[in-house]
């Protein structure tokens, strides 16, 4: 099964703030790749797939990037309802696979 | 809309079964599949498995092949997953995500259902 790793598993940033996060998949998958935000108590959200394209609805600060192996989750400009954890998932085998998560709280 | 609707809360005892069901409206069922997605408490999101709304064709995860079964209705557009010989570590929310096509990502997502596994 292809491996995703995330980094970092956790950290704390504020308002205003740009982060980015990382996913890194144990062999290439092209640009199958996907990424979802989870708040506590609810149903995971597309934020991103095709690694670049966003979903309907989804704010225009957040964005992804890479192919291959290495990819990214961008949010420029942190708002207080993005604090919540994110998951990037391959879909380039039908096996598919989750990274561990990255949980991002307020500084 | 795009809906889809869980069961509700179950609790087992260990080795026993438990069939979850995943109700769905606003879309043509028999165009996309239905991937089922667990998360054990405080831990991260693992697939289980994904079936094909057309034929019912099915991809399970190695972790769970041989314990778990998923079935489809489609006079009622409804998707079921059902697991066996039950253990403390089955304990999680199972979630129904709407699939496109077996090699594709969630769209949509059920609101999970709880299952605990306790003597």
């Known amino acids: 099964a292809i491996r995703m790793t995330q980094s970092p598993s956790s950290f704390s940033a504020s308002t205003g703030d740009r982060v980015t996060i990382t996913c890194r998949a144990s062999q290439g998958i092209s640009n199958y790749l996907a990424w979802y935000q989870q708040k506590p108590g609810k149903a995971p959200k597309l934020l991103i797939y095709g690694a670049s394209s966003l979903q309907s609805g989804v704010p225009s600060r957040f964005s992804g990037s890479g192919s291959g192996t290495d990819f990214t989750l961008t949010i420029s400009c942190l708002q207080s309802e993005d604090f919540a954890t994110y998951y990037c998932?391959?879909?380039?085998?039908?096996?598919?696979?989750f990274g561990q998560g990255t949980k991002l709280e307020i500084k | 809309q795009v809906q889809l609707v869980q069961s509700g809360a179950e609790v087992k005892k260990p080795g026993a079964s438990v069939k979850v069901s995943c109700k769905t409206s606003?879309?043509?069922?028999?165009?996309?599949?239905i991937s089922w997605v667990r998360q054990a408490p405080g831990q991260g999101l693992e697939w289980m498995g994904w079936?094909?709304?057309?034929?019912?064709?099915?991809n399970y995860a190695q972790k769970v092949q041989g314990r778990v079964t998923m079935t489809t209705d489609t006079s009622t557009n409804t998707a079921y997953m059902e697991l066996r010989s039950l253990r403390s570590d089955d304990t999680a929310v199972y979630y129904c995500?709407?699939?496109?096509?077996?090699?594709?990502?969630?769209?949509?997502w059920g609101q999970g259902s709880l299952v605990t596994v306790s003597s």
């Open positions: 079936i094909s709304g057309y034929n019912g064709d099915t």
């Open positions: 995500a709407r699939d496109l096509s077996g090699y594709s990502y969630f769209d949509s």
């Open positions: 606003g879309f043509t069922f028999t165009s996309y599949g």
């Open positions: 998932q391959q879909y380039y085998s039908y096996l598919y696979t």
